[in-house]
């Protein structure tokens, strides 16, 4: 229970389902670290920036993804790999949206709330 307390943010679901929500707040706690270049082609991370990141990007995926990825110690390696696994995902999401977004109509739903609910989601 105290693992969960300590992260920052909801760890990356084997799945993938939350994997672009979960791609901007690494990139936004990495680069609030000044630890954003480790994710980066060509940098020139010193090791103890790369240790720092690995451990933040391990701490930050479902316990399976770690298993998974468990030989992998260079946070750029790892990051790629998990862009390749599942970057599919914004070929599918964004279609999706953009229909939803076409199909939205403010008649469609009983409440306010509900319309705001759905407009947020398609949004997100």
Not at 18 to 47: C, F, M, P, Q
Not at 67 to 75: H, S
Request: proline share 2%.
């Amino acid at each position: 229970m105290a693992n969960i307390e300590n992260r920052k943010f909801i760890a990356l679901d084997i799945s993938g389902k939350n994997y672009l929500s979960w791609v901007l707040d690494v990139k936004l706690h990495l680069s609030g670290k000044k630890l954003r270049h480790t994710i980066d082609e060509d940098n020139t991370a010193s090791n103890e920036e790369r240790v720092t990141a690995l451990i933040f990007l391990r701490h930050h995926i479902d316990d399976g993804l770690k298993y998974e990825y468990l030989t992998v110690e260079n946070p750029l390696e790892r990051w790629q790999n998990l862009n390749d696994r599942f970057e599919h995902l914004k070929a599918v999401v964004l279609p999706k949206a953009l229909n939803d977004w076409s199909q939205l109509r403010f008649q469609d739903f009983k409440t306010v709330l509900e319309y705001n609910s759905t407009l947020f989601k398609i949004v997100s």
